[in-house]
Each structure stands twice: as C-alpha cells, then as structure tokens.
C-alpha cells in the first residue's frame, strides 16, 4: 500500500489546529475544530491541546504565517503532542514545511476521516472504496516518502545527463511507486465500476418486482442505523460512534396497508466531506439517487443541526438527489423533551411534515410509519374481489405482495377487499367483485 507516509507507531495525543480568514466565520470554526476532536477521539487519539485561529491572509508555505506557525510548534510540543492535525486541508507543500520545521507529523481533517473509514471497513466493497480514496489522497503526498534518498542526489555512474541514473535513486523510485499507484487506482476503479454493474442488475430485480425503495440518509451519527432496526426487527451495526456504517445494508418492512417497502441504510454524511470521499463511495451512496424517497434523519439535540441538514442536502445535490421526495425525521426527542421552545424552534424550521421521532422510547414511531403508507399512497389500489377457491395461488399473491382487509366465503368463491401495489393489478382485474 502506498500511503503519504508510515506514521509512528503509537500516535497518542494531538494538538488541533483550525483556521479560519473572515471573522464571521468564527462561530463556525469552533463547531468544526470541536467536531474534528471528536473525529480524533475515535481513533483512539487524546486531544492535548486545540487552537483556533483567525488569519488574515492565507500563506502558501504555511497556511499560517510564518510567526504564528512558529508559535503552533512551540504549542504543540509544549503540550507533549505526538502530532498536529488541522482542521483545514492541507497542500503536500505545507505538510512537508510544518513536518520538517516542527520536527512532528502533521494530518490534516481529511487523512482522519480516511483513517476512521479504514478502521470502519467491513466488506471488500467497502474497504476497496476506502482505498481508492486513500491512493488518490497519498499519490501527490508520494515525495514526503521519500524524503531521506534526497542526499542521494543526481550524480550516480554516469556523472552526467538527462538519464535515470542522473536522476537520482530516489527519484527513480518515486516514479516507480507512482506508476504502480496509478495502476493500482485504475484496478480499483475497476472493481469497483463491476460492483456497480451488480447493484443495478440487483436494483433492477427489484423494480421489475414492483417494490418501493427508500434510503435512510443523514449527519454520521444521527440514529439511522437504530432506526433501520427499530423499523425492520434487523440487527444492524449501531453504535454511538461516527461513521459506523460504511456499507449500505437493505432490509424489507411491511407497511400496515400491507405495501413491502424497502429501507436501505446508507453512509453518514459530515461537515467538509472531502471531495474525493464522496467519489470514491458512489457505489454505496447511488442507493439515494436511486431510491424513491428518502427518509432524512437528523439528530434533533444536536445544536448545529441545521448545518447537519444543510450538508447532507449539500452532498445530495452532489449526486443529483437533492430533489428526491423526503420524509424528515427528527430523531432524539427523548433528549429535548423538557425543551418545548426547542421542539417549537424545530417545527418553525422544518415545515409541518418533519416528523419527530425517538428511536431510544419508541415515541413516534407510529406516526412515521404512517408518514412512510402516505408516500406510496398512489402505489396501491384497494380492490372488492371475488377469487374461486381453486386459485389459492392469487390467495397467496395477497398474501406475500399486499394485504388483505375483509375476507368472508361465498359458496366456492373467497370474497375479500384487498390493497394491492398497482403493478400486480392485472392479475386480478378479471375477480373484480361488482
């Protein structure tokens, strides 16, 4: 694996650093910096000391100046950290400058969360998503690597020239290195392009077999995985943790007009998503583009959780899903249900149909499900049939694929009123009772 770097063996504490260059953006800066403490707790990595910064001009070598970096590394080691993570993303240029100036290694928002989802893949789809992103993160990181064959220098045999000897060892095994990552990004991008071919030849499946399909999308950390299970009677992963579910898992419910729904749990989302992370889980996160609605959870305690709606519906938009019909779900109201201003603060945010929802007592949960019948209201039809006994096949069609309301008999004749999904209609428009 190539990485931007092996890093120390035992990296147990880190000093954060968040910069920010508009003033108003204060507020911001802090929410983000406590955020990324949590992200490098779950690493296992203490926070020792966090410095957030307002800074006039962005600095190229630094992103700092060069007063206020000098002023950092100081900080840093008087606070006995083993690294310096930023908040902000970082240029190879000016990792390399704060590493060899401070003599610390130095990560930035970015390399946490690929750390946190390397630790956090379960499936081979999900552990190759994870390192194509990671390649794609190091590839320009290559040369920090191999930063001690730089002595080497270009002399070598033939004293002179364009050649590879003139190049330098180091040189040449960097180039090495970068080949074989390209060529190892493209035979991810491959895999993962077949993955993709399954899921639709799976999603097709589906669609062929009329069943609706909902995503559960949302901030890491908001409930939806609880939900899913809450929902379904499925044991999924779901810990209070960020970022505990990276691989989309399906499970089917059944709605009380007897409707099978699909529900998919997806990836949560955070605040400054790299770029490249969004890329590289498209596999996973195309279940929201292809869903029929999306169930949109959020973590109603949470005091920044408009900015948790804002970038969910960012990284939506990112991949042509933003304007998916959605159910939002308020989750946690357990933790706010002393709060009337809060709760009547939420409901003047989020319009009259954002249902509030605890998946810890249950409350709720009920008028969700309704929510979920009401989305599909236009999917089924409730049909007055008279089925000949001998067809228990169509019985069993009811069955299975809808539901029945009211059954009595008539001679050799069920007479029954049943809902049914609009797409299996035709197998019984010739019992329509009169």
């Known amino acids: 694996m190539f990485d931007t770097r092996e890093k120390p063996s035992k990296v147990e504490t880190a000093f954060l650093i968040g910069v920010y260059f508009d003033r108003a953006d204060e507020d911001t800066a802090r929410s983000l910096l406590a955020e990324l403490a949590e992200l490098v707790s779950t690493l296992d990595i203490a926070v020792v000391g966090a410095e957030c910064l307002y800074v006039r001009t962005r600095s190229k ?35 390399r400058a704060w590493e060899n100036e401070g003599d610390i290694t130095v990560i930035d928002r970015e390399e946490v969360i690929l750390d946190i989802f ?52 180091g040189e040449q095994q960097i180039e090495v290195d970068r080949r074989l990552a390209r060529r190892r990004i493209d035979r991810i991008k491959s895999d993962l392009a077949d993955i993709r071919r399954n899921r639709r030849t799976q999603r097709k499946q589906r669609a062929d077999d009329g069943i609706c399909q909902a995503s559960i999308v949302g901030y ?46 997806t990836v949560g989302f955070v605040r400054n998503l790299p770029h490249r992370l969004v890329e590289a889980f498209k596999a996973t996160l195309e279940e929201a583009v292809l869903a029929d609605f999306l169930i949109h959870v959020l973590d109603a305690s949470a005091p920044e959780v408009y900015a948790f709606y804002e970038t969910t519906r960012s990284v939506l938009a990112e991949l042509g899903a933003a304007d998916k019909p959605t159910v939002i779900v308020l989750n946690k109201i357990d933790l706010i249900a002393d709060d009337e201003a809060r709760r009547h603060e939420l409901k003047s945010h989020f319009d009259s149909s954002a249902v509030f929802v ?15 019948t009401g989305m599909m209201v236009d999917r089924v039809a409730r049909l007055p049939l008279r089925i000949p006994q001998a067809r228990q096949d169509l019985i069993a069609l009811l069955h299975r694929e809808g539901k029945i309301v009211k059954q009595d008999y008539d001679g050799n004749d069920i007479v029954l009123t049943a809902i049914i999904p609009h797409l299996l209609r035709h197998h019984f428009e010739a019992y329509r009772a009169v």
């Not at 590394?73 to 310096?84: F, K, V």
């Not at 992103?133 to 730089?150: F, G």
């Not at 992963?237 to 998919?264: H, M, N, V, Y």
């Not at 810890?360 to 979920?372: N, Q, Y």
């Open 61 to 95: 070598r630094y992103l700092t100046g060069s007063g206020k970096a000098a002023e950092m590394m100081e900080a840093a080691r008087q606070a006995g950290a083993d690294c310096i993570v930023f908040d902000n993303e970082l240029t190879p240029a000016q990792q």
């Open 118 to 169: 390397k630790m956090r893949a379960q499936t081979s789809e999900a552990r190759l998503q994870v390192e194509l992103a990671r390649m794609q993160y190091s590839l320009p990181r290559l040369a920090r690597m191999w930063s001690h064959l730089d002595r080497q220098g270009g002399g070598g045999s033939g004293g002179g020239g364009g050649g590879a000897a003139a190049r330098g060892e």
């Open 220 to 265: 890491t950390n908001a409930g939806k995985s609880s939900l899913l299970n809450l929902l379904s009677g499925a044991e999924v992963l779901a810990e209070d943790k960020l970022f505990a579910t990276l691989d989309p898992t399906t499970r089917r419910i059944a709605l009380p007009d007897g409707q099978p729904l699909l529900l998919t749990d």
């Open 358 to 372: 605890s998946v810890a007592t249950g409350e709720g949960i009920e008028t969700l499900i309704h929510r979920l």
